[in-house]
């Protein structure tokens, strides 16, 4: 449980800027994450990496020379958003483009995608490479689909590193892919973690147990099997990763001992002294490891294993010189000119009645978007007015459910939608009551859109607010505002839903909610119903397919790795939808009898 503490909503903020106040040597602050205290040199390729907060050193740690040019660091399990990426990609590209790479998460997947997209119509050459080192997510033959852990550390190290020495983003890419292909954890969990201002853990484990296939967002792992002693523990861990021996690999590894927030670096080096032991009986050479927390998962009890096997060329890159918060390697060359002026330390700043907004290392911290504004029709402005009635009815009953919904997610997710959703529906008030009044529904809910995206993190964030932002558009561009241009808007967001997720029905997902309404909604107008009895026949739908998703078994997001304990449990975001359009009816309704 999180003890130092000023407010859920700012912990990520407030640990970010303390963090640089620490190390604004190393780094600065910057809207959205941190980049290094120095710029790039021209034309050098800039690696940014990301995700979620509260894996520390994972992913601010990553940044500096010899390592990432900067991080993205989401709210806590969180992806960030495309609008927070763009921002920390813009302060740090100098002209030789830009290496995104992040471990194989949805969110992550959705919201980078949809920034390399958009920088890309720019003109900016940019590449991505997925982390997918966790061998317990998907069996070998679905690489792809597995997760990435503690060995995002190994591919933004080596895609740091070639960046560094001045390759070209074809080389930086070739090697970061390699060594992705060529990188494999296991980890094992003793105990659950806890949400910044949550008081129960995301999962237990049972006494005298411990369950291996951890994730690092509090999802929980694949099986539970009695704990075991430091050796035989070692042994769990490490012949998996033997029994993947990627092909024509050499006998020299890179070693990872990670632990995951709560564990003893003492206890580490036991387990790391069995590990290393093994490697060795093995055959194998171990190069430059590691020990220590280096990817955590809050305050969770738990290790994990990885296994870079190199080459040459993966070896050069991983021993070579590095000075970041997390690792410092080697002696690596710096600018004169780079050093921090006396007194413009961190360690000094925060002191007396200085506050630490002064420090010019945070001189770029998250900065508040400002209003838009577009001409509307009368029926375009009515429509935003309640527009905006309605998100703070879906904020309000969302508020209501948000423990349930975490709860749900926690099944075999991380737990986090009830607090996602509430985060992104409160962020798409603020910015509803932000915009002027006689703003037009388009306008309106791109703002409440992109507000959610950015707020909220995470899958459900970025494809609600995508949806949302794509459904005002519609209806702004529709003649009138009438049922049959509520349908079509519907259609079109769940297109919109679609494309970006790439959920197919029966995934488990909200979809399966989503189209239920959407076919319901659809032949209510079509056989002549008002709006009204049209979403009653809609939100029924919706309710009676969430429900029905428990006997679904999950083919997207964080839970399919965890796919048999979510069956008999219906899917989070199909149920969060179910009560939103339920309560879109309500207030309908209403409003209609006022
Ligand atoms: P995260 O999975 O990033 O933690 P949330 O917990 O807020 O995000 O949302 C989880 C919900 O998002 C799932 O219950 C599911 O309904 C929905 N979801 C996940 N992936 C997809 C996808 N690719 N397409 C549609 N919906 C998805
Ligand atoms: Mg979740």
């Keep these: 449980m999180t003890k130092i503490i000023t407010d859920p909503d700012v912990f990520v903020a407030e640990s970010l800027d303390g963090l ?27 690696v940014v990496v990301g995700g979620g907060s509260g894996h520390y050193p994972g992913f601010a740690g990553a940044v500096g020379e010899g390592f990432a040019a900067a ?36 969110g992550d997947v959705i919201h980078f995608g949809e920034t390399e997209r958009r920088l890309r119509t720019r003109g900016v050459d940019v590449r991505t490479v997925l982390v997918t080192d966790d061998i317990a997510s998907a069996p070998a033959e679905h690489v792809d689909q597995r997760r990435g852990i503690a060995g995002d550390l190994c591919v933004f190290r080596i895609a740091g590193a070639s960046a560094s020495r001045g390759d070209a983003i074809d080389e930086v890419e070739r090697l970061a892919l390699a060594a992705n292909a060529r990188t494999r ?17 995301l999962f237990r484990v049972p006494e005298g147990m411990m369950s291996i296939g951890l994730g690092i967002h509090g999802e929980p792992g694949i099986r539970d ?10 042994l769990t861990l490490l012949h998996p990763l033997l029994e993947e021996r990627p092909h024509g690999a050499s006998d020299r590894v890179a070693l990872l001992v990670n ?4 564990v003893t670096q003492e206890e580490l080096f036991v387990l790391f002294r069995h590990v290393y032991e093994e490697l060795v009986r093995h055959g194998l050479t171990v190069v430059a490891p590691l020990c220590g927390d280096l990817v955590t998962s809050l305050d969770m009890g738990g290790v994990s294993v990885t296994l870079m096997w190199l080459n040459d060329e993966l070896e050069e890159l991983w021993c070579s010189p590095a000075r970041t918060t997390a690792l410092v390697r080697g002696n690596p060359v710096r600018q004169a000119s780079a050093l921090p002026a006396p007194g ?20 770029g911290r998250d900065a508040e978007p400002s209003a838009p504004r577009r001409s509307a029709s009368a029926e375009s402005v009515h429509a935003a007015t309640v527009a905006r009635d309605l998100l703070g009815a879906a904020r309000d009953a969302i508020a209501v459910e948000a423990d349930a919904l975490g709860a749900l997610d926690a099944i075999a997710g991380d737990g986090d939608h009830g607090v996602g959703m509430l985060r992104g529906l409160e962020a798409t008030c603020t910015a509803a009551e932000r915009v002027v009044p006689e703003v037009g529904i388009g306008e309106l809910l791109e703002a409440a859109g992109d507000a959610w995206a950015d707020r909220a993190g995470g899958t459900s964030g970025a494809l609600w607010g995508a949806a949302l932002a794509e459904f005002g558009a519609v209806l702004e561009r529709s003649p009138t505002i009438d049922g049959a241009a509520v ?87 199909a149920v969060s939808f179910a009560v939103i359009v339920r309560t879109t009816h309500s207030v309908m309704v209403e409003r209609n009898r006022t």
């Excluded at 960030?80 to 992040?102: C, N």
């Design 344 to 363: 413009e330390s961190g360690r000094e700043a925060p002191t007396g009645s200085r506050a630490p907004t002064e420090s010019p290392a945070l001189a």
């Design 20 to 46: 640089v106040l620490a190390h604004s040597d190393i780094l600065r602050r910057v809207d959205g994450g941190v980049a290094r205290a120095q710029a790039l040199p021209a034309g050098q390729v800039a």
């Design 185 to 201: 954890t296991l980890g094992v969990a003793f105990s659950g973690c806890t949400l910044p201002g949550a008081t129960e853990p």
């Design 225 to 234: 099997v009695p704990l075991e002693t430091a050796d035989r523990l070692a």
């Design 259 to 262: 632990g995951l927030g709560a």
């Design 487 to 573: 349908a079509e808007a519907v259609m079109r967001a769940r297109e919109r839903l679609v494309q970006l997720g790439g959920a197919e029905p029966g995934d488990k997902t909200m979809l399966d909610a989503l189209l239920p309404f959407e076919q319901a909604l659809k032949s209510a107008i079509e056989s002549g119903a008002d709006l009204i009895d049209a979403l009653a026949a809609g939100a029924f739908e919706a309710e009676r397919a969430a429900d029905a998703t428990a006997a679904l078994s999950p083919k997207r997001g964080r839970a399919r790795p965890l796919a048999e304990r979510s069956i008999g449990h219906p899917d989070p975001g």
């Design 71 to 106: 991080a993205v660091c989401g709210n806590i399990f969180s992806s960030p958003s495309t609008a927070q990426a763009i921002r920390v990609a813009d302060e740090v590209e100098a002209g030789g483009g830009i290496l995104f790479s992040y471990g194989n998460y949805a």
